[in-house]
Each structure stands twice: as C-alpha cells, then as structure tokens.
C-alpha cells in the first residue's frame, strides 16, 4: 500500500464544514483513497472511496486534486456525532490486498 | 443480517493462558480479517484470510495462530498470551454492499493480560 499522512488532530465548529485533507504522493494509478472512521473504541465504518473524480454520497464528499497527490473529507454540516478518528487508506481495492490503518486524524466537532 | 459478529466483547487473561476470539460475517465475504488496536494508536493488521482455507501474516502475526474454518468464520488463537498482547481486537470482513466495496468490522474485544 501507498502511505498517507494526516494531520494528528483538528477541531471544528458545530454546523461548519470539516475538511480532512491527506496527502499520498506514492498513490500508484489504478489505487482507489479510501476513508473510514472509528467512533470512539467502536469499530471503523467506511465512509467514502474515490478513484480519480471526486465523490459523493449521503456522509460526505472527497475531493481529490487532479495529480491524485492528495485529497480532502468534507463533512458538509458537522454535528457532535462526527467526533471521531478519520483514516484516510490508499488501496487497490479493499478485497485484495492487505489493507493498513494509520494513526488517522482525531476530529473534535466543537459545540 | 447481523454483519460481523466477535465473542467474547471482554476477556482477561493471565499471561501463559490461551484462548481464542471467535469472529463470524454472514454477508457471505471471501476475505476476512484480524487487527489490533493499541491506546491511541491506529489498527495493526495481524492475519488476513482472502478466501476459505487460505490466510497470511500481516504486521504484526507473531503470538498468534488463525484458523479460517469456513467461509463464514475466522478465530484467532492466543497460544500463551503475554502482556504485550493487552490491546482492543477487531475482526473485519470485505466484499460489495450495493454499489461499493467496503470492509464490515466487528464491534472488538478487548484482552487485557495480567
């Protein structure tokens, strides 16, 4: 797998947008970004993919630059139930390979 | 469906004990996972199983032995569990929900090794 960084932590206001960026500047041409997020001790849900064009869908919207270098989680309208830990996972796709969590970034949704 | 299904959701053990995490997906996956989680860090991969009868070391496999009995389920056996081994274990499983590929993961057990 290609590596991902994140930042370790943000903060963000109750009813703003959150923007997750990660940087992949190893993303090989045919990895799909993946991220997930992990509720408090829960277990990570899947939250979005993408390939080459951004993406939408009923949790959020990933926006990936048009070198696939890195990409940005937007949470349009966050609410104190998005506090979480968000990880960002490069990836051929999820069935075949063995995939890798990072540290991801702990996202505090501030009130 | 109940999706992932991990017993037991706490366990503690004394160090040289053994025991096995038993996880089972009844979305009908081939691929199948086990990972741990230490404080505030990310999950580390231990084994992984892509189909019945197969499976293969991730990170950190040392200290534990898996077994993919069937399609559906997937242990992880703890031989002589040490200290080391105190962490939040999750079992996940992947395959196509509708229109994405995704990974389904258990709710944990959390070990603790005296």
């Known amino acids: 797998d290609a590596k991902t960084t994140q930042p370790t932590s943000m903060d963000c206001a109750e009813g703003r947008a959150a923007n997750l960026p990660c940087n992949h500047s190893t993303i090989s041409g045919n990895e799909y970004v993946y991220w997930y997020r992990q509720i408090h001790s829960q277990g990570p849900q899947y939250i979005i993919h993408g390939l080459k064009n951004n993406e939408t869908n009923e949790m959020a919207s990933l926006i990936i630059t048009e070198d696939r270098k890195s990409s940005t989680l937007i949470l349009p309208h966050a609410t104190l139930r998005d506090t979480a830990v968000y990880y960002c996972i490069v990836s051929l796709s999820v069935g075949n390979e063995k995939l890798t969590f990072g540290t991801g970034t702990r996202l505090t949704i501030i009130p | ?114």
């Open chain 2, 1 to 114: 469906n109940a999706g992932v299904t991990q017993t037991p959701k706490f366990q503690v053990l004394k160090t040289g004990q053994s025991m096995t995490l038993q996880c089972a997906q009844d979305m009908n996956h081939n691929s199948m996972y086990w990972y741990r989680q230490d404080p505030g860090m990310g999950l580390r991969l231990i084994y992984y199983s892509a189909s019945e009868g197969t499976t293969d070391k991730g990170e950190v496999p040392n200290g534990y032995n898996v077994s993919r009995l069937n399609k559906r389920e997937f242990s992880l056996r703890l031989e002589s569990a040490a200290p080391s081994q105190t962490s939040v274990y999750f079992c996940a499983s992947s395959g196509w929900d509708e229109f994405d590929e995704k990974l389904f993961f258990g709710s944990g057990t959390q070990l603790s090794v005296l």
